[in-house]
């Protein structure tokens, strides 16, 4: 086996199917795909026939199974286009198809998705935003992905977030998704948050004054670095972060190492290394809950441990011992926990 290949599946396994790829499809695809180079075509052509399924479901009227049917082909695109940025066009396309059918899942999930673009220094920042049926003015949640994941992988969290009664939006920011064909990660990274509140915190639909901002991966560390400088975000949570990236560069494999180079840019290791929340957590005085898998040797408890010793407000720290990057085998666990937090907290 092609060792990106063997790499793929010892490490995302459970990210994969812990967002809406049965065990089944995964076990057929593992089946058919023998070499990595056939990972993004046999995964889109499997997010196909999902499309597929739901425009016959919709022209039968069976709006619910289409719903079901185009999230869960929007996520299989996903899954296509990750870490797949040394094929451009391959990845390209698959991003593209996952934005179509997401466009498609929209208005017939329950609540609805609303898709939203917020400007940002010359970027049209793309993400959605689902609001808990019945309440007028609930708290909102802005959720961040990470380097290589997007907005479309936090929608199972986002439900657990909107079914205790919260807005949620989820958006892409530079380096993300599309956006890394034309921008890349930002050590300041929170200005683009900023832009995103801006945003949201203008809808009347929402209460302003009561905002969190929770992240996975590079996500937690940027909403920490947003909450240590936006006085509108009264809780923040992270997920799989750390206090700085700096020297992950150097021990990637050959999978993961020339994704970098499309979200960080020409010198992913000097990105990384400017990256870090040393000098903002100090600032931040809002309520912080981190959760860590003990199991994960990419971003272990020990950047949690540091992040809590310069954090000025309240800090809960939640470690699963066997959970893995981003608590992905243990999302049953995890999910609803940082769900019940947010609730309890705004």
């Given at each position: 086996?092609?060792?990106?290949?063997?790499?793929?599946?010892?490490?995302?396994?459970?990210?994969?199917?812990?967002?809406?790829?049965?065990?089944?499809?995964?076990?057929?695809?593992?089946?058919?795909?023998?070499?990595?180079e056939?990972?993004?075509?046999?995964?889109?052509?499997?997010?196909a026939?999902?499309?597929?399924?739901?425009?016959?479901?919709?022209?039968?009227?069976?709006?619910?199974?289409?719903?079901?049917?185009?999230?869960?082909?929007?996520?299989?695109?996903?899954?296509?286009?990750?870490?797949?940025?040394?094929?451009?066009?391959?990845?390209?396309?698959?991003?593209?198809?996952?934005?179509g059918?997401?466009?498609?899942?929209?208005?017939?999930?329950?609540?609805?998705?609303?898709?939203?673009?917020?400007?940002?220094?010359?970027?049209?920042?793309?993400?959605?935003?689902?609001?808990?049926?019945?309440?007028?003015?609930?708290?909102?949640?802005?959720?961040?992905?990470?380097?290589?994941?997007?907005?479309?992988?936090?929608?199972?969290?986002?439900?657990?977030?909107?079914?205790?009664?919260?807005?949620?939006?989820?958006?892409?920011?530079?380096?993300?998704?599309?956006?890394?064909?034309?921008?890349?990660?930002?050590?300041?990274?929170?200005?683009?948050?900023?832009?995103?509140?801006?945003?949201?915190?203008?809808?009347?639909?929402?209460?302003?004054?009561?905002?969190?901002?929770?992240?996975?991966?590079?996500?937690?560390?940027?909403?920490?670095?947003?909450?240590?400088?936006?006085?509108?975000?009264?809780?923040?949570?992270?997920?799989?972060?750390?206090?700085?990236?700096?020297?992950?560069?150097?021990?990637?494999?050959?999978?993961?190492?020339p994704?970098?180079?499309?979200?960080?840019?020409a010198?992913?290791?000097?990105?990384?290394?400017?990256?870090?929340?040393?000098?903002?957590?100090?600032?931040?005085?809002?309520?912080?809950?981190?959760?860590?898998?003990?199991?994960?040797?990419?971003?272990?408890?020990?950047?949690?441990?540091?992040?809590?010793?310069?954090?000025?407000?309240?800090?809960?720290?939640?470690?699963?011992?066997?959970?893995?990057?981003?608590?992905?085998?243990?999302?049953n666990?995890?999910?609803?926990?940082?769900?019940?937090?947010?609730?309890?907290?705004l």
């Amino acid at each position: 086996m092609d060792d990106r290949l063997e790499s793929m599946y010892r490490r995302f396994t459970w990210r994969i199917l812990s967002n809406y790829v049965t065990p089944w499809e995964f076990e057929q695809l593992r089946t058919q795909i023998t070499d990595y180079e056939q990972w993004c075509a046999s995964w889109s052509a499997h997010a196909a026939r999902h499309v597929a399924r739901g425009d016959e479901a919709l022209a039968a009227g069976h709006t619910v199974t289409a719903a079901d049917a185009y999230l869960r082909g929007g996520l299989a695109y996903h899954w296509a286009s990750f870490v797949f940025t040394h094929d451009q066009a391959q990845f390209r396309a698959a991003l593209e198809a996952m934005n179509g059918t997401w466009a498609k899942a929209a208005p017939l999930q329950a609540p609805p998705m609303e898709m939203l673009a917020v400007p940002f220094e010359g970027l049209s920042l793309p993400g959605y935003l689902r609001r808990p049926a019945g309440i007028s003015h609930p708290p909102i949640v802005l959720l961040l992905p990470g380097a290589d994941s997007a907005k479309e992988e936090l929608y199972n969290l986002a439900g657990h977030i909107v079914a205790r009664g919260m807005a949620v939006a989820a958006f892409d920011g530079p380096g993300q998704g599309m956006l890394s064909f034309d921008s890349k990660l930002r050590p300041d990274q929170e200005v683009a948050v900023q832009a995103i509140l801006d945003a949201l915190t203008e809808r009347q639909d929402v209460d302003p004054g009561r905002v969190a901002v929770g992240g996975i991966s590079y996500g937690g560390m940027f909403a920490i670095r947003t909450a240590a400088v936006d006085q509108r975000v009264r809780a923040v949570f992270s997920v799989s972060s750390w206090y700085t990236p700096a020297g992950r560069f150097a021990s990637m494999d050959d999978l993961t190492r020339p994704g970098q180079y499309q979200h960080h840019g020409a010198d992913p290791a000097a990105n990384m290394a400017a990256m870090t929340v040393a000098g903002m957590a100090e600032r931040a005085t809002v309520p912080l809950l981190q959760v860590y898998g003990g199991d994960d040797p990419g971003s272990p408890p020990s950047h949690a441990e540091r992040i809590a010793a310069e954090y000025v407000g309240p800090v809960t720290t939640r470690i699963y011992p066997d959970g893995v990057h981003i608590l992905n085998n243990v999302w049953n666990l995890a999910r609803p926990f940082i769900a019940d937090w947010l609730a309890d907290t705004l």
